[in-house]
């Protein structure tokens, strides 16, 4: 999301730059409609920069539920990475599996983003020294375990344990076609 802010950014530079471009040109009404419309526009748009950067910075008071949230989805997750365990060798079982491999590891994909933003801000709150934080350690342990996990699960279902489905797949399909 940052970088769309920076896009956005880049993109009102460019429009000032036309302002400029159509005061040489000799229209400056056009120029004048420009600069009054890009007036607004710069203003609406620093309101929700500052609005974003602070929803970035919310309290650690925020930051525990948000944690626990995490902490739930991983372990949903984890449990339907389960069904992505090869069970039988049958070719329509081994597909099954294999389709419920994809799914957890899109699950995971669209979750890292997340995990990464509480990671670190739960790394900030802990070192920082404004906010208030009951046990400093026990954060630190609940971050680490979040880490953990993530990469344990992304481990069984990216790693290891995608590649065995696959390769039972495979031979599953040599041997039907024999």
């Known amino acids: 999301m ?17 302002v400029d471009a159509y005061r040489e040109s000799g229209k400056n009404e056009a120029a ?3 600069e009054d419309q890009l007036h607004l526009i710069h203003q609406r748009f620093q309101e929700l920069l ?28 984890r449990q339907k990475a389960s069904l992505a365990q090869l069970a039988s060798s049958d070719l329509d079982s ?4 294999l389709h419920n491999a994809r799914c957890v590891y899109n699950a995971l994909s669209d979750i890292k983003p997340e995990v990464e933003n509480v990671i670190k801000m739960g790394r900030t709150i802990v070192l920082s020294e ?26 069984q279902v990216g790693g290891e344990g995608k590649t065995a489905v696959v390769l039972r797949y495979l ?8």
């Open 2 to 18: 940052l970088r769309e802010f920076e896009d956005q950014e880049n993109l009102l530079s460019e429009m000032d730059e036309q």
């Open 32 to 34: 004048a409609r420009l």
């Open 50 to 77: 500052m609005k974003f950067e602070l929803f970035q910075r919310q309290p650690a008071v925020d930051y525990e539920p948000r944690l626990a949230r995490v902490h739930r989805q991983l372990r949903d997750i």
């Open 94 to 97: 081994i597909q099954g599996q």
């Open 130 to 155: 404004d906010e208030v934080v009951e046990d400093r350690k026990l954060l630190t342990k609940k971050i680490d375990s979040l880490k953990e996990e993530f990469n344990e699960i992304g481990g």
């Open 171 to 178: 031979k599953s399909l040599i041997i039907f076609s024999v």
